[in-house]
């Protein structure tokens, strides 16, 4: 059987990337082919640069549920190693395009790029295509004030705090996950108990206070995050801790698995001179994410 295929990393799944693949799904409609799209579980730059903590946006489970949901006939990923990073462009088109995924036409974005040293651009694959009797299409970029939408431009926003941003460039509301684990207690100590969250260390985690929706099972309520290394109570260059102030909640949750969504930037994280400094600025931290959430 054959594929109309688009590939590519989709690290997001953001809007540039559906542009892409809302044409790839129109494409095998409109030819009658089975639609397939493909994803490297890792981006293939951070194979190169062995980057492996706060740099992803969907892990690979994430991704693969986000473009499930577009509604394609098949979902594959990839896993982009020592192998394929040697392999040419023509071999890759071969082996891997033509081959294992069984392309029967191809669309990508204007940047793809396919073999060692990305050295197969769009004029190779449109010439390789043409040569295969397969048919090629390649997107331009979406763009949101001038700049391309890119995964690169939306880790930027994301580690510099601005997820307001960065969800309107992904069309989506940008969420970590992970189980509830042992804090040191101190937001309970203070009047203010936090659940502390065990993120994947490959996310990345929008350092600051935000106002933020957590869901507990089939359960979702109003909270603010705090992310960041908290310097007034710790030593410097601590861990990076994510923790959820659950507005009007006080249930034992350990253990349990809590989706964290990064609505509203509330302010940087700061040291404070005191703890009651920290205490009255997480009063006004909450008292702001109660009128946004009003």
Known sequence: MKYFLTIGTYDGVHLGHRKILSAALREAGRRTLKSRIVYFRQPPKFFFTGETENCLITLPEERKALLKALGPDSVEAIAFNASLSKM???????????????????????????????????????????????????????????????????????????VEEANRCLGWTYSVCGPVIKGAGLGRRIGFPTANIGANPAKILPPGIFAARVKIGRESFNAVLNVGRRPTVEAPGGKMILE???????????????????????????KFHS??????????????????FK
């Open 88 to 162: 040419g462009a023509s071999d890759f088109f071969q082996n891997i395009i033509l081959g294992r995924l069984q392309a029967g036409g191809l669309c990508v974005g204007p940047d793809f790029a396919v073999g060692r040293g990305r050295e197969g651009h769009l004029d190779f694959l449109r010439s390789a295509s043409a040569e295969a009797g397969i048919a090629f299409k390649a997107v331009h970029f979406a763009r949101r004030r001038g700049h391309k939408i890119s995964s690169s431009l939306i880790r930027a926003h994301l580690r510099a705090g601005a």
């Open 244 to 270: 959820a102030h659950i507005l009007d909640f006080s249930r034992m949750i350990y253990g349990k698995k809590m989706e964290v969504s990064f609505l509203k930037h509330i302010r940087p994280e700061r």
């Open 275 to 292: 703890m009651d400094s920290l205490i009255r600025h997480i009063q006004t931290d909450v008292s702001a994410a109660r009128k946004f």
